[in-house]
């Protein structure tokens, strides 16, 4: 059975940092693009980074190019995403997906075949 997991959210402040992570089980990620996305209330599902199969790597957003970074311990079968200097726009239920073409990276969610349950990040002072 495929999963995905994300932990690491929480309450920080602005400036602050968190290490979001999404353990996967069931596949491998030889084989799978990862996708992190983001979804503040009342606004769309939106794409914040992605790494492919082959270990290349895409932050979507401009706000959080050079902030966020994301990365992966196939050992672990774990996704981070590592998010610096964090701003109130930040604010979000963040979400890890799985797409299984895997060579590539997509922004939209609906390419992704199976998602985590989110994890909340709450910036603010």
């Known amino acids: 059975q495929l999963q995905l997991v994300e932990s690491g959210g929480g309450l920080v402040q602005p400036g602050g940092s968190l290490r979001l992570s999404c353990a996967t089980s069931g596949f491998s990620l030889d084989y799978y693009a990862i996708g992190w996305f983001r979804q503040a209330p009342g606004k769309e599902r939106e794409a914040v980074s992605c790494?492919?199969?082959?270990?290349?790597?895409?932050v979507y957003p401009d706000s959080a190019k050079g902030r966020f970074t994301i990365s992966r311990d196939n050992a672990k079968n774990t996704v981070y995403l590592q998010m610096n200097n964090l701003k109130p726009e930040d604010t979000a239920v963040y979400y890890c997906?799985?797409?299984?073409?895997?060579?590539?990276?997509?922004?939209?969610?609906?390419?992704?075949?199976?998602w985590g349950q989110g994890t909340q990040v709450t910036v603010s002072s």
């Open positions: 997906a799985a797409e299984g073409r895997g060579r590539f990276c997509f922004a939209g969610a609906a390419q992704y075949d199976y």
């Open positions: 790494i492919s199969s082959v270990g290349s790597t895409t």
